[in-house]
């Protein structure tokens, strides 16, 4: 069964950073694209950005500079540091596979970000 455990959210003010990691289980991790998503309130969920198995990145328009995806394949741990954060930042945030698995989306961890 695959599994995605997401933790490291919070309240932060506008300009601060804050770390995301994403444990996996139930898959071979280092054989899969992975990713970051995000739904804020009224919105769909959206990508932010994916890492290959090779490392290479892919962050969105958006968030480009601002956020940085990165892999510890030993760890099945995928993460995602975000730095000069926004208040339309504000969401939960998932990981899951790119593209992802339709059934398997954790509990998400909620990024508040402050004006």
């Known amino acids: 069964q695959v599994q995605f455990v997401e933790s490291g959210g919070g309240l932060v003010q506008a300009g601060g950073s804050l770390r995301l990691s994403c444990a996996a289980s139930?898959?071979?991790?280092?054989?899969?694209?992975v990713g970051w998503y995000r739904q804020a309130p009224g919105k769909q969920r959206e990508l932010v950005a994916f890492i290959g198995t090779g490392g290479s990145t892919k962050p969105v328009d958006s968030v480009k500079g601002r956020f940085t995806i990165s892999r510890d394949n030993a760890k099945n741990t995928v993460y995602l540091q975000m730095n000069s954060l926004k208040p339309e930042d504000t969401a939960v945030y998932y990981c899951n596979a790119y593209p992802y698995f339709k059934d398997y989306w954790g509990q998400g961890t909620q990024v508040t970000v402050s004006s």
């Open positions: 139930g898959m071979t991790f280092s054989r899969n694209v």
